[in-house]
Protein backbone atom coordinates (compact mmCIF):
# COMPACT_ATOMS: atom_id res chain seq x y z
CA UNK A 1 0.00 0.00 0.00
CA UNK A 2 2.51 2.23 0.75
CA UNK A 3 4.54 1.69 -2.82
CA UNK A 4 1.22 2.36 -3.64
CA UNK A 5 0.85 5.70 -2.24
CA UNK A 6 4.36 6.93 -3.07
CA UNK A 7 3.75 5.72 -6.53
CA UNK A 8 0.29 7.99 -6.52
CA UNK A 9 1.85 11.04 -4.77
CA UNK A 10 4.81 10.82 -7.86
CA UNK A 11 2.46 10.84 -10.22
CA UNK A 12 0.56 14.03 -8.91
CA UNK A 13 3.56 15.85 -8.81
CA UNK A 14 4.49 15.31 -12.29
CA UNK A 15 1.42 16.44 -13.81
CA UNK A 16 1.66 19.49 -11.40
CA UNK A 17 4.91 19.90 -13.15
CA UNK A 18 3.86 19.09 -16.48
CA UNK A 19 1.05 21.48 -16.19
CA UNK A 20 3.18 24.08 -15.71
CA UNK A 21 6.42 23.81 -17.76
CA UNK A 22 4.82 26.58 -20.27
CA UNK A 23 4.39 29.14 -17.95
CA UNK A 24 7.21 31.08 -16.70
CA UNK A 25 7.49 34.32 -14.01
CA UNK A 26 9.59 37.23 -14.95
CA UNK A 27 10.88 40.30 -12.96
CA UNK A 28 7.64 42.28 -12.70
CA UNK A 29 5.61 39.33 -12.19
CA UNK A 30 4.42 38.21 -15.48
CA UNK A 31 3.67 34.67 -16.18
CA UNK A 32 3.54 33.79 -19.48
CA UNK A 33 2.16 30.77 -21.23
CA UNK A 34 3.91 28.75 -24.51
CA UNK A 35 1.06 28.82 -27.75
CA UNK A 36 1.45 28.33 -31.33
CA UNK A 37 4.20 30.66 -32.57
CA UNK A 38 5.41 32.64 -29.59
CA UNK A 39 4.00 33.33 -25.79
CA UNK A 40 0.54 34.51 -24.46
CA UNK A 41 0.73 36.86 -21.28
CA UNK A 42 -1.14 34.93 -18.99
CA UNK A 43 -0.88 36.90 -15.51
CA UNK A 44 0.11 39.77 -13.92
CA UNK A 45 0.34 40.55 -10.33
CA UNK A 46 0.82 43.80 -9.23
CA UNK A 47 2.56 46.15 -7.07
CA UNK A 48 2.44 49.18 -5.10
CA UNK A 49 5.67 50.04 -6.64
CA UNK A 50 4.97 49.54 -10.08
CA UNK A 51 2.42 51.45 -12.15
CA UNK A 52 2.83 51.27 -15.56
CA UNK A 53 3.39 47.84 -17.30
CA UNK A 54 4.46 47.02 -20.72
CA UNK A 55 3.56 44.16 -23.01
CA UNK A 56 7.19 43.10 -24.04
CA UNK A 57 7.77 42.45 -27.79
CA UNK A 58 9.48 39.11 -27.26
CA UNK A 59 9.75 36.61 -24.33
CA UNK A 60 12.69 34.12 -24.36
CA UNK A 61 13.40 35.02 -27.78
CA UNK A 62 9.86 34.32 -28.87
CA UNK A 63 7.20 37.22 -29.93
CA UNK A 64 4.57 37.79 -27.49
CA UNK A 65 1.38 37.44 -29.65
CA UNK A 66 -1.86 37.34 -26.93
CA UNK A 67 -3.10 38.60 -24.19
CA UNK A 68 -5.69 36.20 -22.19
CA UNK A 69 -8.46 36.15 -20.53
CA UNK A 70 -7.67 38.43 -17.31
CA UNK A 71 -4.21 38.28 -18.40
CA UNK A 72 -4.03 41.98 -16.79
CA UNK A 73 -7.25 42.57 -14.88
CA UNK A 74 -7.22 43.75 -11.46
CA UNK A 75 -4.02 45.58 -11.88
CA UNK A 76 -5.08 48.00 -8.87
CA UNK A 77 -1.50 50.31 -9.16
CA UNK A 78 -0.96 50.46 -12.51
CA UNK A 79 -2.04 54.00 -14.30
CA UNK A 80 -0.28 52.94 -17.95
CA UNK A 81 -0.07 49.70 -19.71
CA UNK A 82 1.52 50.08 -23.33
CA UNK A 83 1.30 47.01 -25.69
CA UNK A 84 3.85 45.88 -27.30
CA UNK A 85 4.43 45.50 -31.29
CA UNK A 86 3.49 42.12 -31.72
CA UNK A 87 0.52 41.32 -30.07
CA UNK A 88 -2.24 40.43 -32.34
CA UNK A 89 -4.95 39.23 -29.55
CA UNK A 90 -6.18 40.68 -26.56
CA UNK A 91 -9.47 38.64 -24.81
CA UNK A 92 -12.23 40.36 -23.41
CA UNK A 93 -11.78 39.54 -20.18
CA UNK A 94 -7.69 40.94 -20.95
CA UNK A 95 -8.08 44.35 -19.27
CA UNK A 96 -11.12 44.46 -16.82
CA UNK A 97 -11.23 46.73 -12.92
CA UNK A 98 -8.12 48.56 -13.50
CA UNK A 99 -9.14 51.24 -11.57
CA UNK A 100 -6.12 53.49 -11.49
CA UNK A 101 -5.73 53.01 -15.25
CA UNK A 102 -5.41 56.32 -17.54
CA UNK A 103 -4.34 55.11 -20.56
CA UNK A 104 -2.57 52.40 -23.09
CA UNK A 105 0.03 52.96 -25.49
CA UNK A 106 0.77 50.56 -28.45
CA UNK A 107 3.97 50.61 -30.27
CA UNK A 108 3.71 52.12 -33.92
CA UNK A 109 4.92 48.83 -35.20
CA UNK A 110 1.49 46.52 -33.69
CA UNK A 111 -0.28 45.70 -36.83
CA UNK A 112 -3.75 44.79 -35.03
CA UNK A 113 -3.98 47.64 -32.01
CA UNK A 114 -3.92 51.67 -31.96
CA UNK A 115 -4.85 53.98 -29.18
CA UNK A 116 -6.96 57.29 -29.60
CA UNK A 117 -6.51 59.89 -26.83
CA UNK A 118 -5.15 56.66 -24.34
CA UNK A 119 -8.53 55.04 -25.65
CA UNK A 120 -7.53 51.06 -27.09
CA UNK A 121 -9.30 49.77 -30.51
CA UNK A 122 -8.10 47.68 -32.94
CA UNK A 123 -5.55 48.95 -36.26
CA UNK A 124 -8.14 50.13 -38.46
CA UNK A 125 -10.64 51.62 -35.78
CA UNK A 126 -13.58 49.70 -35.99
CA UNK A 127 -14.10 48.36 -32.65
CA UNK A 128 -13.77 49.73 -29.43
CA UNK A 129 -11.56 47.18 -27.24
CA UNK A 130 -10.97 49.18 -24.02
CA UNK A 131 -11.53 52.37 -21.96
CA UNK A 132 -9.48 52.84 -19.38
CA UNK A 133 -10.81 52.80 -15.96
CA UNK A 134 -9.32 55.61 -14.13
CA UNK A 135 -8.84 58.02 -17.28
CA UNK A 136 -10.92 61.04 -15.76
CA UNK A 137 -11.88 61.99 -12.42
CA UNK A 138 -15.14 62.72 -11.92
CA UNK A 139 -16.29 66.55 -11.72
CA UNK A 140 -18.58 67.42 -8.24
CA UNK A 141 -20.35 70.69 -7.37
CA UNK A 142 -20.36 72.13 -3.47
CA UNK A 143 -22.97 69.87 -2.47
CA UNK A 144 -20.92 66.65 -3.89
CA UNK A 145 -23.54 65.62 -6.75
CA UNK A 146 -21.71 64.55 -9.80
CA UNK A 147 -21.72 67.47 -12.84
CA UNK A 148 -19.00 66.08 -15.06
CA UNK A 149 -16.32 63.45 -15.69
CA UNK A 150 -14.93 60.85 -18.47
CA UNK A 151 -16.06 61.45 -21.94
CA UNK A 152 -15.74 59.03 -24.97
CA UNK A 153 -16.26 60.05 -28.30
CA UNK A 154 -16.03 57.02 -30.83
CA UNK A 155 -14.99 57.61 -34.36
CA UNK A 156 -16.94 57.32 -37.40
CA UNK A 157 -15.72 54.34 -38.11
CA UNK A 158 -16.29 52.17 -35.22
CA UNK A 159 -19.14 49.37 -36.02
CA UNK A 160 -18.21 47.77 -32.63
CA UNK A 161 -17.81 48.05 -28.84
CA UNK A 162 -16.25 45.03 -27.62
CA UNK A 163 -17.52 42.79 -24.32
CA UNK A 164 -15.97 44.76 -21.27
CA UNK A 165 -15.37 47.65 -23.16
CA UNK A 166 -15.98 49.87 -20.48
CA UNK A 167 -16.82 47.51 -17.50
CA UNK A 168 -16.70 49.52 -14.34
CA UNK A 169 -15.66 52.65 -15.63
CA UNK A 170 -17.74 54.88 -12.86
CA UNK A 171 -16.27 58.03 -13.89
CA UNK A 172 -17.27 57.85 -17.61
CA UNK A 173 -19.94 60.79 -17.51
CA UNK A 174 -20.40 61.22 -21.42
CA UNK A 175 -20.50 58.70 -24.04
CA UNK A 176 -21.19 59.65 -27.83
CA UNK A 177 -22.15 56.35 -30.12
CA UNK A 178 -21.38 57.02 -33.79
CA UNK A 179 -23.75 56.36 -36.68
CA UNK A 180 -22.48 53.11 -37.77
CA UNK A 181 -22.04 50.95 -35.00
CA UNK A 182 -23.61 48.14 -35.45
CA UNK A 183 -23.42 46.09 -32.26
CA UNK A 184 -22.65 46.96 -28.47
CA UNK A 185 -20.96 43.85 -26.57
CA UNK A 186 -21.99 42.26 -23.74
CA UNK A 187 -21.46 43.96 -20.17
CA UNK A 188 -19.83 47.11 -22.67
CA UNK A 189 -20.93 49.67 -19.81
CA UNK A 190 -22.05 47.58 -16.92
CA UNK A 191 -22.19 49.93 -14.17
CA UNK A 192 -21.32 53.33 -15.27
CA UNK A 193 -23.01 55.10 -12.72
CA UNK A 194 -22.88 58.08 -13.62
CA UNK A 195 -22.81 57.93 -17.82
CA UNK A 196 -25.88 60.26 -17.99
CA UNK A 197 -26.60 60.68 -21.18
CA UNK A 198 -27.51 57.90 -24.39
CA UNK A 199 -28.25 58.13 -27.75
CA UNK A 200 -28.48 54.58 -29.70
CA UNK A 201 -27.66 55.26 -33.09
CA UNK A 202 -30.02 53.98 -35.80
CA UNK A 203 -27.56 51.27 -36.80
CA UNK A 204 -27.36 49.43 -33.98
CA UNK A 205 -28.49 46.17 -34.37
CA UNK A 206 -27.41 44.07 -31.35
CA UNK A 207 -27.13 45.44 -27.88
CA UNK A 208 -25.15 42.48 -25.38
CA UNK A 209 -26.30 41.05 -22.09
CA UNK A 210 -25.77 43.59 -19.04
CA UNK A 211 -24.64 46.42 -21.78
CA UNK A 212 -26.01 49.25 -19.75
CA UNK A 213 -26.98 47.57 -16.53
CA UNK A 214 -26.61 49.76 -13.16
CA UNK A 215 -26.49 52.69 -15.27
CA UNK A 216 -28.69 53.97 -12.81
CA UNK A 217 -28.18 58.01 -13.78
CA UNK A 218 -29.48 57.48 -17.91
CA UNK A 219 -32.40 59.96 -18.50
CA UNK A 220 -33.77 58.74 -21.56
CA UNK A 221 -33.51 55.60 -22.84
CA UNK A 222 -34.81 55.09 -26.62
CA UNK A 223 -34.05 52.19 -28.54
CA UNK A 224 -34.09 52.51 -32.48
CA UNK A 225 -35.97 50.44 -35.15
CA UNK A 226 -32.56 48.79 -36.65
CA UNK A 227 -32.00 46.59 -32.97
CA UNK A 228 -32.80 43.03 -33.48
CA UNK A 229 -31.54 41.95 -30.29
CA UNK A 230 -31.50 43.42 -26.70
CA UNK A 231 -29.49 40.88 -24.09
CA UNK A 232 -30.37 40.09 -20.75
CA UNK A 233 -30.00 42.18 -18.22
CA UNK A 234 -28.92 44.98 -20.91
CA UNK A 235 -30.36 47.67 -19.47
CA UNK A 236 -31.14 46.67 -15.60
CA UNK A 237 -30.90 48.99 -12.50
CA UNK A 238 -32.44 48.83 -8.89
CA UNK A 239 -32.50 52.44 -9.30
CA UNK A 240 -33.05 54.18 -12.58
CA UNK A 241 -33.54 58.12 -13.47
CA UNK A 242 -35.20 56.55 -16.86
CA UNK A 243 -39.06 57.25 -16.84
CA UNK A 244 -40.27 55.66 -20.05
CA UNK A 245 -38.37 53.38 -22.39
CA UNK A 246 -39.50 54.06 -25.60
CA UNK A 247 -38.86 51.34 -28.17
CA UNK A 248 -39.29 52.11 -32.36
CA UNK A 249 -40.61 48.91 -33.46
CA UNK A 250 -43.24 45.94 -31.70
CA UNK A 251 -42.57 43.41 -29.04
CA UNK A 252 -43.22 40.55 -31.48
CA UNK A 253 -40.26 42.02 -34.13
CA UNK A 254 -37.33 41.73 -31.26
CA UNK A 255 -35.48 38.82 -29.22
CA UNK A 256 -35.61 40.12 -25.83
CA UNK A 257 -33.46 38.99 -23.09
CA UNK A 258 -34.80 38.12 -19.75
CA UNK A 259 -35.52 41.43 -17.38
CA UNK A 260 -33.50 43.81 -19.58
CA UNK A 261 -35.65 47.37 -18.57
CA UNK A 262 -34.53 48.76 -15.59
CA UNK A 263 -36.75 49.15 -12.74
CA UNK A 264 -37.96 52.12 -11.33
CA UNK A 265 -35.96 54.36 -8.50
CA UNK A 266 -37.40 53.85 -5.11
CA UNK A 267 -39.09 51.42 -6.27
CA UNK A 268 -37.00 48.30 -6.86
CA UNK A 269 -40.14 46.04 -7.67
CA UNK A 270 -41.53 47.89 -10.24
CA UNK A 271 -40.25 48.08 -13.70
CA UNK A 272 -40.25 51.51 -15.78
CA UNK A 273 -42.69 51.63 -18.46
CA UNK A 274 -42.02 50.42 -21.77
CA UNK A 275 -43.70 51.78 -24.99
CA UNK A 276 -43.40 49.92 -28.77
CA UNK A 277 -44.82 52.74 -31.00
CA UNK A 278 -44.64 50.43 -33.68
CA UNK A 279 -41.65 48.60 -36.53
CA UNK A 280 -42.13 51.94 -38.50
CA UNK A 281 -41.51 54.57 -36.16
Not at 173 to 192: H, M, P, R, S, W
Not at 223 to 232: A, E, H, K, L, T
Not at 250 to 258: C, D, M, P, S, Y
Request: charged share 25%.
Amino acid sequence: MRKKSIAAAILAALVIVLTFTSCSVNQKGAQYKEIDGGWMLYRYSSSSTETEFTVPDTYEGKPVLEISDFGLANAEYLTKITIGKNVQKINDWSLTNCPKLKEFVVDAENTAFTTVDGVLYTKDLTELVSYPNGKTELVKDSNDKVIGGGTLILPDTCKRIRPNAAYLCGNLYTVQLNEGLETIGDKAFLKCWHYSELKIPSTVTAIGADAFSYTDSLKNLEIPSNVQSIGDYAFYSTGSSVEKVIVHNTEENLELGKDWSPHKKNSVREKVPVEFTGANA
